[in-house]
Nanobody, 113 residues
Framework: VQLVASGGGLVQPGGSLRLSCAASGFLFSMYPMNWYRQTPGRERQWIAGISPTGLNPNYDASVEGRFTISRNNSKSSVYLQRDNLEVYDTAVYFC???????WGQGTQVTVST
């Protein structure tokens, strides 16, 4: 049972990223999924969640309109899309499955010139 996040990297301001989180070992389509992010010295912050069916995604007010969460149950994957990245989006991004308390390993996003 695991979540493996990928897609992070070094991006210039204004660029785009699509983070992926691949699940294995459980029936992915039955569970809600979330994305969090964390910067050094700060607590992990919830930013987005999505239901098992993919309907009604929800976002923290601080990121709503700037991030898009989606999922593909046939690929057991959840995604986080961000266009027009800004320096303060720099963080480690984690996927999370709440019922099991299962975390992905995190993927680093660095937005810098």
């Amino acid at each position: 049972v695991q979540l493996v996040a990928s897609g992070g990297g070094l991006v210039q301001p204004g660029g785009s990223l699509r983070l992926s989180c691949a699940a294995s070992g459980f029936l992915f389509s039955m569970y809600p999924m979330n994305w969090y992010r964390q910067t050094p010295g700060r607590e992990r912050q919830w930013i987005a969640g999505i239901s098992p069916t993919g309907l009604n995604p929800n976002y923290d007010a601080s990121v709503e309109g700037r991030f898009t969460i989606s999922r593909n149950n046939s690929k057991s994957s959840v995604y986080l899309q961000r266009d027009n990245l800004e320096v303060y989006d720099t963080a480690v991004y984690f996927c999370y499955e709440p019922p099991k308390g299962l975390w992905g390993q995190g993927t680093q996003v660095t937005v810098s010139t």
